[in-house]
């Protein structure tokens, strides 16, 4: 959470903010897809069933594919910055 948002990732591999004024969506990103990543592994996003997102020093962190018995699984740790 960060003033006004409340960040939540779904089975359906989104990751939504939702306002806390009145609930409306108000970010969203699918992380149901394939991934460039910095050390050149394949990474691939899915379902959220685990941890939540982290919200530190300006950035937000999710890990996408805790798919465990009935989600999407995937491998990728995802940061999002303010640019």
Same mark, same amino acid.
């Given at each position: 959470?960060?003033?006004?948002? +409340?960040?939540?990732?779904? *089975? $359906?591999?989104?990751? @939504?903010?939702?306002?806390? @004024? #009145? &609930?409306?969506?108000?970010?969203? %990103? $699918?992380?149901? @897809?394939? %991934? ?11 379902? %959220? #069933?685990?941890?939540?997102?982290? =919200? =530190? ?12 018995? +009935?989600? @999407? ?5 995802? *940061?999002? &910055?303010? $640019?």
């Amino acid at each position: 959470m960060i003033p006004g948002v +409340v960040f939540s990732g779904s *089975a $359906d591999g989104g990751m @939504r903010g939702y306002s806390t @004024r #009145d &609930g409306s969506i108000i970010w969203e %990103f $699918d992380t149901n @897809r394939s %991934f460039e990543t910095i050390n050149g592994v394949t990474a691939k996003g899915g379902s %959220f #069933d685990g941890p939540g997102v982290v =919200v =530190v020093g300006g950035m937000l962190y999710a890990t996408s594919g805790n798919g465990g018995l +009935v989600g @999407r699984p995937g491998n990728v740790l995802l *940061a999002f &910055g303010v $640019d």
